[in-house]
C-alpha cells in the first residue's frame, strides 16, 4: 500500500506540475494552421482548458481506484485506459499553448478531489469501481459531443483532437462494461453531473 501510495503522489505531481508527453502522435498533426480571430482563439482555448482539467481528473480517479482496487484485471484496465488519458492530457496542453491561452489555476483542487473520488470507488469492490469508470467516461463523451458543436468552425486542428478523444473516451467506457461494471444509481450519476458542470463552468474562464 504504501508503494502505490508513492507512486500515486509522484503522478500527482508529475500531472500538476510538468509537461505530459503523448505516447501518439497529435490526432491533428497532417492539418495545416487555423485562421482564427481573437475571439475564436479565446474560445477554443477556454474549451481547451476545460478539456485538461477533465483529463487532470482523470490521472487522478485512476490513481485513486488503483490504489484500492483488487482485482488485477480491473487494475489492469485501469492503467491502460490512464495511458491514453496521458496523450490526452498532453495534447490539450499543447494546444492551449498554440491558442495563447492557460491552464486551469484550480488544477490541484481538481486533482485532490477526483483522487478522493477514485479511492472511494476502488474501495466500494470491483463491479462499482468499473461502474464508476464506465459513467465517467460515458459523461466525458457527452461533454465532448457539446465542445464539437461549440467550436469556432474554422478550427479543424482542435476538432481533430477532440474527436480522437471522444473515440478513446467511448471505448474505455466499452471496455469497462466489458468487465463487468454495475450500472450506477441515478442519484449518483447525477451527483457526478452535478460536480462536473461546476469544474466545467469554473474551469472556462479560471
Known sequence: ML?????????GLRTL?????????????????????ETEKRHAASLMRVNHCGEVCAQALYSGQVLTSKNSTTVAALREAAIEETD?????ESRIQELGGRKSLFNPLW?????????AAGALGDKWNLGFLAETEKQVAQHLDGHLNALPAA???TRAIIQQMHMDETAHADTAFNHGAAELPAPVKTAMRLASKVMTSVSYYI
Open 88 to 92: 490526452h492530457l498532453a495534447w490539450c
Open 3 to 11: 508503494d502505490h501510495l508513492i507512486i500515486g503522489f509522484d503522478k
Open 155 to 157: 478550427d479543424q486542428k
Open 17 to 37: 506540475l510538468s509537461q505530459a508527453v503523448a505516447a501518439r502522435a497529435r490526432p491533428d498533426i497532417a492539418i495545416a494552421d487555423d485562421v482564427l480571430d
Open 111 to 119: 486533482y485532490a478531489g477526483a483522487f478522493g473520488m477514485g479511492v
